[in-house]
């Protein structure tokens, strides 16, 4: 039976990287939802883009995607292991939503959409090598696990 090695690594940063980007990437989504639902008014599309819906629609979908990203960022932040796949599902929905959403505010979507990569990339290398997993966020109990 060998050792276990508690020495974190270096994508444990990335990690804690991709949990913050997530709680700032959810309250972007969700601010953007409410500038849909309040001022429908301030994005600009022209005739010839194609908009399926109303922004005010378009707002509530971003503010429930903004603050179902945000808590996936909670529980990625807690060290939740379910919380990895999630993030990058829920990471990779919001870029596909930003991707629908360039024509009416470029500057927005393209930052959001660069969020989405990095934290995608940050969440789905990490699993090639072992990550630190803090399992009681309010003791310093650490194991590592891998998540192959």
């Known amino acids: ?24 990437m ?23 883009h194609i908009v399926a819906f109303d922004f005010r629609t378009w707002g509530w979908i971003n503010l429930i995607l903004g603050i179902v990203i945000f808590m996936a960022g909670l529980e990625l932040l807690r060290g939740a292991t379910w919380a990895k796949v999630v993030a990058v599902f829920l ?15 470029p500057l927005w979507s393209i930052l959001m959409i660069v969020i989405d990569a990095l934290i995608i990339y940050a969440l789905t290398e990490s699993y090639k090598t072992p990550v630190l997993i803090w399992l009681y966020p309010t003791s310093r109990h650490f194991i590592t696990a891998r998540l192959s």
């Open 26 to 48: 959810g309250a972007l989504q969700a601010i953007n939802g409410l500038v849909g639902i309040f001022k429908g008014s301030y994005y600009l599309v022209s005739s010839t």
């Open 1 to 24: 039976m060998s050792a276990q090695n508690n020495t974190p690594t270096g994508w444990v940063g990335w990690a804690y990287f991709a949990s913050i980007m997530m709680l700032v």
């Open 91 to 105: 990471a990779g929905l919001s870029l596909i939503a930003n991707m629908a959403f360039i024509n009416a505010y």
